[in-house]
Structure formats: structure tokens, C-alpha cells
């Protein structure tokens, strides 16, 4: 028995050195393939976009179609352009609604402004015109909302902004919220222009300091 027990202790011995051996470089071998796999997941996430902003400059504010149109950014070969268009349009609001609705037709491309649409700028700007000034470099509640010339407004991206084909989401801040705000574009593949789809930036802000009686 004793020799027997030896001899099936050296057989097992130099099984298992080579088993461990194996085992070792398999299991390696496998974690450096789950290492691999789990890279490429989280690449193919964060490589999906960025968190890049573009800051647009524009000499002045249009007051209508003609002016909007003078304007290099009217290429609207990038959604950045459209977007920064879109709030310096909004901007002439107060004082002729009409010319505002002109210059978002020319931005929507195919498409024109519904009456759902001049409604719900209707309803989200009535008193409040200081809105899309917000956004602009320079706006505050504490004066108004008047940005600083020439007026300047950033625009950003996500690293979602782009998932879809042909269409966009970019965000822009606005003074008086707290988080940025949305606004949806179409791509017109056949001109490579990027129209306005859906203007979703116009929820309330923080009133004016000058307006609010708790100030």
C-alpha cells in the first residue's frame, strides 16, 4: 500500500503541475479575451460622439427672411449653423411675429411651420421675448437677458446627438435654466443642408430679476 500510494502521488503530482500550468495560461488567455471584449463594448459606446460645442458669432440679428439669409450661417451645412439661427430668429418675435415665422420656414427646409407650431411659440414666448435672448453670451437675469455684441451663442453635442441617420439633437444653455436644452434637426441627404425639425428650448426660464417681485 505504501508503495502504491507513492507511486500514485507522483502520478498525480506531475498531472497536476501540468494541469496547473494549463489551467493558468487558459484562464490568462480568457481574461485578456473578456478584457478585449469589454474594451470594445465601452470604445462603441463612448465612440459613438463626443461632447463637442461650437460657438457661432453673428454680426447682428435678422429681422427677417432677406437678413437671415445674408448671413454665412444660412449655408445650414451643419446642424451648429441651423440651431444658432433658429434662436437669433426667435429673437424678432416681439416685434413681428410673421417675419419670425418666415425665417423658420426658410430653416425647416421642405417643410413649413404648422399652426401647431406658431401656436406653441405663441404660448411660449407671449410676455416672455426675453427667451431666446437667453441664450447668448452676455445674458443674465439680472440684466434682462441683453446679450453682448457681436452676439454669441454655443452650441453642443452629445455623444447620442447623432444616433439616428439624417437627424440630430444639439443643446443649448440658456442663462436663466438650469440644465441645456434641446432642439431636433433633418438632414437633407440630396443638398447636405441640416433643417429645423422641432424647436424644443422654449420652456420657462428663470424671470428677469427686474420682473420678479421676490427679488
Known amino acids: 500500500m505504501g508503495l502504491f500510494d507513492n507511486l500514485k502521488n507522483q502520478v498525480n503530482g506531475a498531472l497536476g503541475s501540468d494541469f ?70 426667435l429673437c424678432a418675435y416681439e416685434q413681428d411675429p410673421d417675419a419670425v415665422y418666415e425665417m423658420l420656414d426658410f430653416l425647416k427646409g421642405p417643410e413649413s411651420v404648422s399652426n401647431m407650431e406658431k401656436q406653441f411659440i405663441q404660448e411660449r414666448l407671449a410676455g416672455k421675448y426675453y427667451k431666446p435672448f437667453s ?3 452676455g445674458a443674465t437675469v439680472d440684466n434682462s437677458y441683453k446679450p453682448t455684441t ?15 441617420e439624417n437627424w440630430a439633437v444639439l443643446y443649448v444653455q440658456s442663462a436663466g435654466a438650469d440644465s441645456p436644452r434641446p432642439i431636433k434637426f433633418r438632414k437633407k441627404p ?12 422654449l420652456s420657462d426660464i428663470r424671470i428677469p430679476t427686474a420682473e420678479d417681485p421676490w427679488a
Open 190 to 201: 440630396s443638398t447636405g443642408q441640416w433643417f429645423l425639425n422641432e424647436i424644443q428650448c
Open 135 to 137: 441664450f447668448f453670451d
Open 150 to 164: 457681436p452676439y454669441t451663442v454655443k452650441v453642443s453635442e452629445n455623444p447620442y446627438s447623432f444616433d439616428n
Open 20 to 89: 496547473v500550468s494549463k489551467a493558468g495560461s487558459a484562464i490568462s488567455g480568457a481574461a485578456d479575451k473578456a478584457g478585449n471584449a469589454i474594451a470594445g463594448a465601452v470604445g462603441s459606446v463612448v465612440g459613438k460622439g463626443t461632447n463637442r460645442t461650437e460657438t457661432i458669432t453673428l454680426a447682428a440679428l435678422p429681422k427677417n427672411l432677406s437678413e437671415l439669409q445674408a448671413l454665412p450661417e444660412a449655408s445650414l451645412d451643419t446642424p451648429f449653423k441651423t440651431a444658432a439661427l433658429t434662436l437669433a430668429a
